[in-house]
């Protein structure tokens, strides 16, 4: 699976990474690893620090990313990285819920993806997305998943 994601989108430069430039097959395939990063780091009980671990792959889409930012070090904290994998995942998966109900998301650039504000300019639109966010410290243990707990939380009618 690492040699075709590196030749049909890593291959293709930063650009491709960015959860709209995704085609179905890969963005559920991301966003799947998102959902297990997410509920392996997070917990809706308790406000905790995440694991140290993420998802390689994650971390080679948000690699990718940083090394298309000039002002971006070498030598990035993994702590930092971690921070960005779950802000890419949190991207992946609402990037997944847009292609099925039109939320009126705005599409990430390579400068602002890996950015919690763009997440949380989303208050205005979608204040129970944030909320969950805030509640949960970004959420664990459902049983469904992510994609279907900020689906079913944000837009239940769908």
């Given at each position: 699976m690492l040699?075709?994601?590196n030749n049909?989108?890593?291959?293709?430069?930063?650009?491709a990474v960015l959860p709209q430039n995704l085609s179905a097959e890969w963005l559920?395939?991301?966003q799947k690893m998102a959902e297990d990063f997410l509920d392996s780091s997070y917990d809706l009980d308790e406000c905790k620090e995440p694991g140290d671990v993420a998802d390689p792959?994650?971390?080679v889409c948000v690699l990718e990313i940083l090394r298309s930012q000039p002002d971006v070090k070498s030598d990035i904290p993994d702590r930092d990285i971690l921070?960005?994998?779950?802000i890419y995942s949190l991207s992946l998966i609402m990037e997944?819920?847009?292609?099925?109900?039109?939320i009126g998301l705005k599409p990430p650039t390579l400068e602002n993806i890996l950015?919690?504000?763009?997440?949380?300019?989303?208050?205005?639109?979608?204040?129970?997305f944030i909320q969950m966010l805030e509640q949960a410290c970004i959420y664990r243990g459902s049983k469904t998943g992510w994609f279907?707990?900020?689906?079913?939380?944000v837009f239940p009618n769908h």
């Open positions: 040699s075709k994601f049909q989108v890593l291959s293709q430069g930063p650009d559920n395939v991301l792959v994650l971390t921070e960005k994998v779950t997944t819920v847009h292609r099925e109900v039109d950015s919690w504000d763009r997440i949380i300019k989303l208050k205005d639109s979608n204040p129970d279907h707990k900020i689906k079913g939380t």
